[in-house]
């Protein structure tokens, strides 16, 4: 049988403990005199038993508290060591807090009913107030030291499991932050494939068109469409390789979103955010506002207005909130900002993929993206989100 290997802050106490022990029986110092065993040598026995079992306190608690208890039993036959009391203190309190779950709800209750049964006895037995007194002494030895430990225990048990639920709550964060990132790629890459689906559609009908018509014209402009529908459909198709990860149960088609809609999309927030000071704001600073970009631009153009404006209805201030487009001939710059501050109720939950998926549409189209709290002049802070789009769409080398 392997002994227990004792802990090494179980070994300094020990030694604390027979050090004054012995500190006190150098100098004379006893609980008592004239016992069963009146030598000076008998009262160490207790004492060196009692600091053993202290440096097994922690490692084997039931061991230590079982010799502990006949130690201090042995320790009343002679002259007595206030140490080797101390000690038993200890060892009672490491029993309910390092032992078995069993243990730490038994001890107490053992202890108290130890404690009254003796105040009862030797009230009966003594007939004075001596007796209560002992069973006060009886009580702060044992059942104090146990319900201390109990407690402290309580408390180690619930600060874990508040732990524990913590990390548990954070992997389901996680866990669902992943999962709206995965759901926003397979939509996109939906919206992606819808966009894919009408290009080789186009290109389908005008190469039946070709073939079945014998006029040069005719079959010139169609291989015109041809040509531009298939490079059009190439550049997003390599943008939907990069895209498509473990695609979800939904395969509806997705309507494509374009900047036309933008007032309604701006509308509709300006509905839902008049309740928390909300208002909202427009601004279409391009010039020929009606000439369309690539789909894909406009999409995610659109996306990033719509996750913004979902975003300040979440956590921004009351004030206003303000949708700015603008275009030259090279990007499409899209600016949206709003008050950046505490506001007052509860707030609505988000996962954080909002940012993520923002980042990733614009990184796909090989534009610039930046989300972040900006100062103002008169020293308050707006949340700006900015993101400059390619104006023409980048097509693949033959």
Not at 40 to 56: G, N, Q, R
Not at 178 to 185: F, G, S
Not at 217 to 222: E, G, P, S, Y
Not at 292 to 317: C, D, G, M
């Amino acid at each position: 049988m392997r002994l227990p290997r004792p802990h090494r802050d179980d070994l300094f106490i020990a030694a604390c403990g027979l050090a004054c022990g012995l500190l006190l029986w150098s100098f004379g110092l006893a609980n008592k005199v004239d016992n069963v065993f009146p030598q000076s040598w008998a009262t160490l026995v207790p004492l060196f038993v009692m600091a053993a079992m202290e440096a097994l306190r922690r490692t084997a608690p039931r061991t230590a508290l079982t010799v502990g208890t006949l130690a201090l039993v042995a320790d009343q036959f002679t002259n007595g060591s206030l140490a080797t009391v101390l000690m038993f203190t200890d060892i009672v309190y490491a029993a309910v807090v390092y032992g078995t779950p069993a243990s730490a709800k038994r001890i107490p209750y053992s202890t108290g009913l130890i404690t009254v049964a003796l105040t009862v006895v030797l009230l009966v037995w003594w007939q004075n107030a001596i007796a209560l007194l002992v069973g006060v002494v009886s009580g702060m030895v044992s059942f104090l030291p146990a319900v201390t430990g109990a407690i402290v225990r309580n408390h180690r048990e619930a600060a874990e499991s508040a732990r524990l639920r913590a990390e548990q709550t954070a992997l389901l964060a996680e866990m669902d932050r992943a999962q709206a990132v995965v759901a926003e790629r397979a939509r996109m890459a939906r919206e992606l494939h819808d966009m894919v689906a009408n290009h080789l559609s186009a290109i389908a009908i005008h190469s039946t068109a070709a073939l079945s018509l014998d006029d040069e014209a005719t079959t010139r402009q169609a291989l015109g469409v041809i040509r531009e529908n298939s490079v059009a459909g190439l550049a997003e198709m390599r943008r939907l390789i990069g895209l498509l990860r473990d695609s979800s149960d939904d395969t509806a088609p997705a309507a494509v979103p374009r900047l036309s809609g933008l007032d309604a999309l701006v509308a509709q927030a300006r509905t839902n955010g008049a309740s928390s000071g909300l208002e909202f704001r427009l601004e279409d600073t391009r010039a020929g506002a009606d000439e369309q970009l690539p789909a894909p631009v406009e999409l995610a153009a659109y996306r990033i207005v719509q996750e913004s404006l979902t975003n300040a209805l979440k956590h921004a201030a009351a004030g206003t909130v303000t949708v700015t487009l603008a275009r030259d001939p090279r990007a499409l710059t899209v600016v949206v900002t709003s008050p950046f501050g505490d506001r007052p109720g509860p707030r609505a939950p988000g996962s954080g993929a909002g940012l993520v998926g923002m980042r990733e549409r614009v990184a796909l189209l090989g534009g610039a993206f930046e989300a972040s709290p900006v100062p103002e002049a008169d020293g308050t802070k707006i949340w700006r989100v900015r993101a400059e789009l390619p104006a023409e769409e980048r097509t693949p080398e033959a």
